[in-house]
Every structure is written in structure tokens, then in C-alpha cells.
């Protein structure tokens, strides 16, 4: 079975604090990947990232940053200098081969900057 | 060129009544998919088309929802009979091809609300 889990369900910031978000997996496929996905205020789902399970180079895209590590099965994301426009529900998921087309999500972490 | 297309984006309907959502997806994507979400049950896969077939309809509910895809630019969801707990988020995603590796693209969602 493939399984996310994202232990923080809510964390509250204030703009300019560095922030980390925790993402944790389960599978037995040996070739997967993995997303996380931004969900605003407005609810619209936007995709930011995609990692495959044999790459475990960091990634930086400008404010944000991806730790990827199989050891612990673990895909974190931090946002540094947090902004209020990076409040939203960020999504964790997996998709591996014996989960066919499927993706599975986490329940979502909600972040809230405040100015 | 423009993302992946849902209609109506709210919903107001009463207990009984049929509901029809509608999405677009992104021109030249293989791949459809319909999920809901839930507070209490997160982001579930509904259902997944290839090439206007239905792939995997496991994660519909039950009878009372139904969905086609008559063409490669177009899908429906229907509810009926409609009933209080069916009120939720639905999302229309689309990918271009087969794969694991192959990123979905999400509608802006239909806010359903059934009273």
C-alpha cells in the first residue's frame, strides 16, 4: 500500500521566518514519484514540484526548497523568508508503479504567514 | 494556453436534485481524472480516464454517481440523487501521457454544496 502522511496539520509563521514542511512515505515500489501541490486561498490545486525516487539531488527554486531523502523516506519542503502570499494548504503526494495511475495525497499542511 | 477548465465553479442544490460538473481538459492530454475533496476524508480519486475510456472507477461512492468522457475535450459528473453528504470540492485533472512520471494539472474545482 502507498501511503502520505504530513504530521503537521496547521503551523503559523510570521512573514520572514524560514519554514519546513514535513512529508513522510510509504511504498514498496522501487520506482515512484514525488509531487507537492499548493492549494490558496482561492482553492485552486497548483502544482510546484515533481522528484523521481533516483534522485536525491536538493532543489531550489528561488524561495523554495526540496530535502529528498529515501533513508527516511521523507520529501521535505522549505520555504525561506516566508511571505503572506505563501499562506495556503500544501499538498505532499506519491504515485509509484504499483499504484498504477494513482496519486495518493496527504492530508495537507496549512500554513498561515502573518505580516 | 489555458489550464484545465471546470464549470459550473459553485453549486447550490437541493436534497434530490441532479448535479452535472464539467471539465475541460488541457488540449492533447491523454489522461483525465475526477477526485473530491473532503475535511474529513482529504483529496479521493473518484475516477480516471485514457483516451475517453474509464480506467479504474473504484473510488466512486456509489450508483448515485456516474461520469463520461463523449469526447477527448470533455467530462461530466453526475450526481443523482443528490443528497447533503455529497457536498464538496471536485477537481478535474488532466496529464499528457501513461506514466508514473507524468505530472497532473488541476482545475480551479466545483464547490458543490447540497442542502
Known amino acids: 500500500a502507498q501511503k502520505v502522511t504530513q504530521a503537521q496539520t496547521e503551523i503559523s509563521v510570521v512573514e520572514k521566518e524560514d519554514v519546513t514542511l514535513d512529508c513522510v512515505y510509504e511504498?514498496?515500489?522501487?520506482?515512484?514519484?514525488l509531487f507537492w501541490y499548493k492549494q490558496p486561498p482561492s482553492g485552486e490545486l497548483v502544482f510546484l514540484i515533481r522528484?523521481?525516487?533516483?534522485?536525491?539531488q536538493n532543489e531550489i527554486s528561488g524561495r523554495y526548497s526540496w530535502n529528498f531523502q529515501k533513508s527516511t523516506s521523507s520529501f521535505n519542503f522549505t520555504i525561506t523568508a516566508s511571505q503572506v502570499v505563501d499562506s495556503a494548504v500544501y499538498f505532499c503526494?506519491?504515485?509509484?508503479?504499483?499504484?498504477?495511475?494513482?496519486?495518493?495525497f496527504g492530508k495537507g499542511t496549512k500554513l498561515t504567514v502573518n505580516p | 494556453d489555458a489550464g484545465v477548465i471546470q464549470s459550473p465553479r459553485h453549486e447550490v442544490t437541493e436534497m434530490g436534485q441532479e448535479v452535472t460538473l464539467r471539465c475541460k481538459p488541457i488540449?492533447?492530454?491523454?489522461?483525465l481524472f475526477w477526485y473530491r475533496q473532503t475535511m474529513m476524508r482529504g483529496l479521493e480519486l473518484l475516477i480516471y480516464f485514457n483516451n475517453n475510456v474509464p480506467i479504474d472507477d473504484s473510488g466512486m461512492p456509489e450508483d448515485r454517481f456516474s461520469a463520461k468522457m463523449p469526447n477527448a475535450s470533455f467530462s461530466t459528473l453526475k450526481i443523482q440523487p443528490s443528497e447533503p453528504r455529497d457536498s464538496a470540492v471536485y477537481f478535474c485533472?488532466?496529464?499528457?501521457?501513461?506514466?508514473?512520471?507524468?505530472?497532473?494539472?488541476f482545475g480551479p474545482g466545483t464547490r458543490l454544496l447540497v442542502l
Open positions: 522528484r523521481n525516487s533516483f534522485d536525491e
Open positions: 488540449s492533447g492530454h491523454d489522461y
Open positions: 485533472a488532466s496529464s499528457p501521457a501513461v506514466g508514473i512520471q507524468e505530472t497532473q494539472y
Open positions: 503526494a506519491l504515485r509509484g508503479q504499483g499504484g498504477s495511475e494513482k496519486l495518493v
Open positions: 511504498t514498496r515500489d522501487t520506482t515512484y514519484y
